[in-house]
């Protein structure tokens, strides 16, 4: 929710904490996807820094 509604500074602080960034709301999308889609720059490139960050799916798109 924070990446949809481009809340930075909770992303952050979700990350700090271990937040799984890969996480998947119940449509499969995950918060990168969200982040993209809403045109939050700013957690895009959070969210894309984080080391636990490893893929990601176009919005909409199953997992592969």
Do not use: F, M
């Amino acid at each position: 929710i924070a990446a949809e509604h481009g809340q930075a500074n909770c992303v952050e602080a979700l990350l700090a904490n271990g937040a799984d960034v890969e996480a998947t709301d119940e449509d499969g999308n995950t918060a990168l996807q969200w982040a993209t889609k809403k045109a939050h720059p700013e957690i895009v490139l959070l969210l894309q820094k984080s080391q636990r960050l490893s893929s990601w799916q176009p919005l909409g798109l199953p997992p592969t």
